[in-house]
């Protein structure tokens, strides 16, 4: 191949690869970014807590031990009391002390 045509295939690709690389950046720039108020709740969901100040009875019975006796009672004392302050509080529930507080603490929030 003679040094012209050597000149003129280099130049193309060369001219391909600049036209590429815009294009990828472009690309990689239009990929939505995890908002943080998007991200926090997922976190949370994702660690299987419960927020006692807004659960429903359905969500309070995912905690392994409070049934929907128990999930009745802790929103009677939510609507009564007001809102929890500290997961602690939980143990102010008849049926609720302790013992079943360490089982479940791991999966309450506030």
Known sequence: MSFPKMLCVSMLCLCLLCG???AMAQKANDAPAASPAKAAPAAAAQAG????NSATA???TTIPG???AMAKRI???????G?????EEIMNIKGIGEKKF?????????
Not at 49 to 52: A, D, E, H, I, Q
Not at 75 to 81: D, P, T
Not at 102 to 110: C, G, M, P, S, Y
């Open 49 to 52: 807590k419960v927020n006692l």
């Open 20 to 22: 590429a690389f815009p």
């Open 66 to 68: 409070i049934g929907p």
């Open 58 to 60: 359905e969500q309070l």
């Open 102 to 110: 360490q089982q479940i603490k791991d999966r309450l929030a506030v």
């Open 83 to 87: 809102k929890f302050n500290r997961i």
């Open 75 to 81: 929103l009677e004392y939510r609507a009564k009391s």
